[in-house]
């Protein structure tokens, strides 16, 4: 079943803007906390942002990102946004939005099948 889908990625040039989707089921959306992971080719995946479902939808950010990426949910539509800003080559990588079954727990258990961002010098 498919329970996350990413959409958005893309070629962009650097110093550039992208903005990526993540919908999710209603389910997954309105009990669990989701976030953006990313894998660079050859590289282990990495976290990207957090936001949770409680306490006040808190944020938290990778600092290779804080201050250029910006996540942000659409509750009307079951989805979330990565909001990229300033983007470098570094930033190219597979993007893939995540969901938590447990709160307390730090694995992300669901995960979408990805969405390819590149980014040219």
Known sequence: QVQLVES????VQARGSLRLSCAASERIFSNYDM????????????????VRRWSGGSTSY????????TVSRDNA????????????PEDTAV??????????????DIWGQGTQVTVSS
């Not at 539509?77 to 470098?88: A, P, R, V």
Request: a positive charge; glycine letters at 12%.
């Open 77 to 88: 539509k079951n989805t979330i946004y990565l909001q990229m800003t300033s983007l470098k």
């Open 95 to 108: 993007y893939y939005c995540a969901a938590k079954s447990t709160q307390f727990s730090s694995v992300y």
């Open 8 to 11: 958005g990625g893309g070629l």
């Open 35 to 50: 976030g953006w992971f990313r894998q660079a080719p050859g590289k282990e995946r990495e976290f990207v942002v957090g």
């Open 62 to 69: 990778a600092d290779s990102v804080k201050g250029r990426f």
